[in-house]
C-alpha cells in the first residue's frame, strides 16, 4: 500500500491559521478533490473539524479520523486513535494508496515515522501568518511531475502542484 500525505504549504511552511486555510485556490482544492476521490483520506480531529460542516465526511471516499478522545464521534467517518489504526483499516480494505489530508501533528507523525512514500504538494507562493505548520520531510525526495499555476481573478497567490516520490 502506497501511503501519501497531500497538502498545501505556504514558502513559510504554514497550512492553516485558527482552524482554516489561509487562502483561498479553488484548482488547488480540484487538485485535492480528484487526487483523493475514491480513496480513504485520514485525517486529524482538529484538521476534520476544519472542514465546513457541509462537507463532512468528504464525499466519495472513506473518512477516518485520528484522535485520542476515547469518545469523539464524527458520524460517516471511522474514528480510531492512532495513525497506525488507521492505517491498519486502509490495509485490512486492501486499498492501493491511502491519503494523510492533515493536519500538522498527523503529518509530522507520519513523517517523523518514515512512513510517507509519495507527497502530493501545493507550494504557495505565499508567506501568511498561521499558526500550524508543515514539519520537515527529510532527504530523498524526487519530483516526477509539478505544474505551475499564476495568481489570477480567481487564485490571490501563485502556487506550483507537484508530486515527490522516495
Known amino acids: 500500500m502506497i501511503i501519501s500525505a497531500i497538502a498545501a504549504v505556504a514558502e513559510n511552511g504554514v497550512i492553516g491559521n485558527k482552524g482554516q486555510l489561509p487562502w483561498n485556490l479553488p484548482d ?22 476544519s472542514i465546513p460542516e457541509r462537507f463532512r465526511p468528504l464525499r466519495d471516499r472513506v473518512n477516518i479520523v485520528v484522535t485520542r478522545d476515547t469518545g469523539y464521534e464524527a458520524p460517516g467517518a471511522i474514528v480510531c486513535h492512532s495513525l497506525d489504526a488507521a492505517l491498519e483499516i486502509a490495509r485490512q480494505a486492501e486499498v492501493k494508496e491511502v491519503f494523510l489530508i492533515g493536519g500538522g501533528q498527523l503529518y509530522k507523525e507520519a513523517f517523523d515515522a518514515g512512513l510517507v512514500d509519495r507527497l502530493y504538494l501545493t507550494t504557495v507562493q505565499a508567506k501568511p501568518e498561521g499558526d500550524v505548520f508543515f514539519p520537515k520531510i527529510g532527504k530523498g525526495w524526487k519530483e516526477v511531475w509539478s505544474e505551475k499555476h499564476k495568481a489570477d481573478d480567481r487564485h490571490q497567490y501563485a502556487f506550483t502542484l507537484a508530486v515527490l516520490q522516495r
Open 28 to 49: 488547488d482544492m480540484k487538485f485535492f478533490q480528484r487526487t483523493t476521490l475514491n480513496h480513504h483520506v485520514i485525517s486529524g480531529r482538529k484538521n476534520y473539524e
